[in-house]
């Protein structure tokens, strides 16, 4: 059974930083590499968004969205089967639960924002 677990989450002021971990297991090693890992984020009474998603190659071909661009950033490590992201400058409008999902594509590259498998999330806390 595949599962994600999140861990990092917090409350800090705003400008502070906060790195999340997700922790992937139930994948083989060579089937962890076939699986991009994204994250995303829903505030409270907002629509799920989609913050960065990297791949298994060297690179990582990592993706942004717009609003964290410079501030955040991904990183993963496959023998490991965990991906980081690394969030500085952070902004109250940064404030939601943050997820870890894998599927096949990016897909929020494409406007959608669904995912083969899901975290239980962890809730990240920015005050003014």
């Known amino acids: 059974e595949v599962q994600l677990v999140e861990s990092g989450g917090g409350s800090v002021q705003a400008g502070g930083s906060l790195r999340l971990t ?3 297991s139930g994948f083989t090693l060579e089937n962890f590499d ?3 890992i994204a994250w995303f984020r829903q505030a409270p009474g907002k629509e799920r968004e989609g913050v960065s998603c990297i791949d298994s190659s060297d690179d990582g071909s990592p993706y942004y969205v717009e609003s964290v661009k410079d501030r ?6 496959n023998a490991k089967k965990r991906v980081y992201l690394q969030m500085n400058s952070l902004k109250p ?3 939601a639960v943050y ?4 599927d096949r594509r990016c897909l929020m590259k494409y406007g959608d924002y669904g995912a083969e498998y899901w975290g239980q999330g962890t809730q990240v806390t920015v005050s003014s």
């Open 72 to 77: 955040f950033t991904v990183s993963r490590d």
């Open 22 to 24: 997700c922790v992937a």
């Open 34 to 36: 076939d699986y991009v």
């Open 99 to 102: 997820y870890c999902a894998a």
């Open 93 to 95: 409008a940064d404030t």
